[in-house]
């Protein structure tokens, strides 16, 4: 039961990390177009 349990921790801790890592995308890609788009479109000739 020992190794069952550790099993199932280790996939909790990666979807756990692959949920944080999916936010902190989510979060990064809904900031990018108001800092980083808008500057590039005004300094464009």
């Given at each position: 039961m020992s190794g069952l349990?550790?099993?199932s921790?280790?996939?909790l801790t990666a979807?756990?990390?692959l949920a944080l890592s999916f936010l902190t995308f989510a979060a990064s890609f809904a900031e990018v177009p108001r800092s980083e788009f808008a500057?590039?479109?005004i300094?464009?000739?």
């Open positions: 349990n550790k099993m921790q280790l996939i979807l756990f990390a500057p590039v479109a300094s464009q000739p």
